[in-house]
């Protein structure tokens, strides 16, 4: 697609109005960098719409003038999905403007909002009434509910409560051509044909922008249980997964796998931790119950689990929280393990998910190929256990040249994602597709699957304006 003329930029200007568009190149960084300074985009401006019909004339304006256009929320994805090309050409249409809560039934346990609210904002509201939105992810202050349904986000309670694909009730979508589906039913039931908002869920704004959404509501859990265990093996912690979800069945949320290094590491770089246990062990788990009936339910629930594991030798020792505050203490070496990595050195990432049986097999066979080709890499490898979704990522030996390690990563990249291929998982468990992992998904993905998500898109989007060079 072509630069966009000076005329084209004062239509697409006039759409939202000039005070709602960013056009200096200080003001436009923010939104055409990738978060992680992996890529940086170029725009002529950031348009910030105020209404689903401002955007339905921004998208027909570009069907019009053949302008690609980059639907971006809270611009914290990991995919590289919601920035613009380096080419100039393509216009960031920001929703940050686009923040009411339109309805909220709390007998019907649902909530109507603007794409553009901030997660935070989703949480505190069903909090304070007496409800809970479980979905819940380290950027929940500045990620949006538009966002976090392109990307079909996962976090820590998809144990309990699935991905933001469960949440979602019904959709109001700008279509590529600039029409308006409003999809914003909140039933519960609803079998007449195709399921269309859930082509929209994780498509990453290549097939239209979400301007709306009902969420589903969750009764408040009444107490929580918080533990940290000890144990010497994946083994031993898809006994523990096994164990603890027989006892607890649903009231199990959280089930996270840490091994020692990454431990150490959030210690050693995070202000305001202590290790939870009094001896370092190969690998800890993080686990939560949640009750809707009581604290004591959820304690005793996870006494039991504890007490059971110990007495199997499962696990080697463990802490339960006695107070809030040891609860966030515990979680915060969970949540800050990203931010301690970075401090340590660049990473070879790798965001997957093999069936949650295979886990212990994954981590064996992929060690041992790691150890073959770059044995000195140091395996920061923790994540979602419960949901078999692992970031096995590899990181810099201490004192080595960066680059030099950087050069291995896609030889690395293709070695761990054609053993997640040959397991049955997937080469993106919750960070998407993005522009990051296009030309991997075209390598990995089943190619009649394929053929027909480049046809749907074809069909939806026949100018291609929407998001493209993302996805497929
Ligand atoms: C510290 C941290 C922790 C994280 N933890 C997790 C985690 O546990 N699980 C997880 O899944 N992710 C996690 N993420 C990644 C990220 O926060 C999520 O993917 C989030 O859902 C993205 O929301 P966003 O509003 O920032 O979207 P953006 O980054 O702005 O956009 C993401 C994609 O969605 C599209 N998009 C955005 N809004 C719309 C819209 N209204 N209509 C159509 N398309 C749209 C964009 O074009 C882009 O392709 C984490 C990120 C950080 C920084």
């Not at 649903?250 to 009094?278: G, Q, V, Y």
């Not at 110990?310 to 800050?336: F, H, N, P, Y």
């Not at 301690?340 to 295979?358: C, F, K, M, T, Y």
Request: glycine share 8%.
């Amino acid at each position: 697609m072509s630069a966009p003329s000076q005329k084209t930029l004062d239509a697409f200007i006039a759409c939202v109005g000039v005070k709602n568009v960013l056009t200096s190149s200080d003001d436009l960084t923010h939104y055409t960098d990738e978060n992680r300074d992996l890529y940086k985009g170029k725009t002529p401006l950031v348009l910030k719409p105020g209404s689903t019909e401002e955007v339905s004339a921004i998208v027909k304006l570009a069907v019009e003038t053949k302008t690609a256009l980059v639907p971006q929320g809270g611009h914290t994805g990991h995919a590289a999905g919601g920035m613009p090309d380096e080419s100039g050409n393509q216009i960031v249409v920001s929703m940050e403007r686009m923040n009411r809560i339109r309805h909220i039934d709390i007998e019907g346990n649902f909530l109507i909002v603007d794409a553009g609210v901030i997660l935070e904002t989703i949480r505190n509201l069903a909090d304070e009434n007496d409800r809970l939105f479980p979905l819940s992810l380290g950027s929940q202050g500045s990620c949006q509910i538009g966002g976090n349904i392109s990307t079909n986000a996962g976090g820590t309670a998809v144990l309990s409560y699935g991905n933001t694909r469960e949440f979602v009730l019904g959709l109001e979508v700008v279509l590529p051509n600039g029409e308006i589906w409003n999809g914003l039913r909140s039933l519960k039931k609803d079998n007449t044909g195709y399921d269309l908002k859930n082509l929209f869920v994780g498509a990453e704004g290549t097939l239209g922008i979400i301007t709306g959404c009902v969420i589903k509501l969750f009764p408040k859990p009444r107490g929580k249980a918080t533990a940290f265990v000890g144990l010497n093996s994946p083994e031993h912690a898809l006994k523990l997964l096994t164990l603890a979800s027989r006892i607890a069945g649903n009231m199990l949320t959280t089930f996270e796998l840490m091994p020692a290094l990454a431990i150490n590491c959030t210690l050693k770089h995070i202000a305001d931790t202590r290790a939870p246990l009094a001896d370092e062990h190969k690998w800890s788990v993080l686990a939560e119950i949640s009750s809707i009936r009581s604290e004591e339910d959820a304690a005793s629930t996870m006494q039991e689990i504890l007490e059971n594991a110990l007495e199997d030798g499962v696990c080697e020792d463990a802490t339960l929280a006695q107070s809030v505050d040891q609860q966030k203490a515990l979680w915060r070496i969970r949540e800050m393990m990203p931010i301690a990595q970075r401090q340590e050195g660049v990473s070879i990432r790798h965001d997957i998910s093999v069936p949650i049986n295979l886990m212990p097999e994954f981590l064996d066979r992929a060690n041992a190929i790691i150890d073959a080709e770059l044995p000195d890499s140091r395996r920061y490898t923790f994540g979602h256990m419960g949901d078999g979704n692992i970031h096995y990522n590899l990181m810099q030996p201490v004192g080595s040249d960066t680059d030099a390690f950087l050069a291995h990563r896609g030889e690395m990249n293709d070695l761990i994602h054609a053993l997640v291929v040959e397991m049955g998982g997937s080469i993106s468990a919750e960070h998407g597709i993005g522009r990051m992992k296009r030309e991997l998904l075209a390598k990995t993905k089943d190619p009649v699957e394929l053929k027909l998500m480049k046809s749907l898109k074809a069909t939806l989007d026949p100018n291609n304006i929407m998001n493209p060079g993302k996805v497929i």
